[in-house]
């Protein structure tokens, strides 16, 4: 799996405290090994994030994705992360 970090994750990461920070780090590191692990909660989205899918970093926070070409995840962009009103309020 190759996985791209789009400016707007980077801007939204540094903003982070770091104990989320390091959550994020190792929830994507397993979902590089396992992209459907259920504690991952991997998931589509809808409205303005259609076509994309999120994974839970904590209990509130998400981190927004899209994979390509579909459900292979050869290739991913996060593209956001930050907690479930910032994202999706």
């Known amino acids: 799996m190759k996985i791209d ?6 801007k939204s990461f540094s ?11 190792e929830r994507i590191a397993l ?4 992209p459907l692990e259920t504690v991952l909660n991997n998931h589509s989205l809808v ?3 259609q076509g994309f899918r999120s994974i839970n970093i904590t209990g509130d926070y998400r981190a927004v ?9 050869e290739f991913v962009d996060f593209i956001d992360i930050g907690t479930h ?4 309020g």
């Open 65 to 73: 994705f899209k994979e390509y070409p579909n459900w292979t995840y």
């Open 31 to 34: 979902f590089m090994l396992t």
């Open 15 to 25: 903003k982070l405290d770091n104990k989320i920070k390091k959550k994020a780090i």
């Open 85 to 88: 009103s910032q994202l999706y």
């Open 5 to 10: 970090y789009k400016k707007s994750y980077i």
């Open 47 to 49: 409205w303005k994030y």
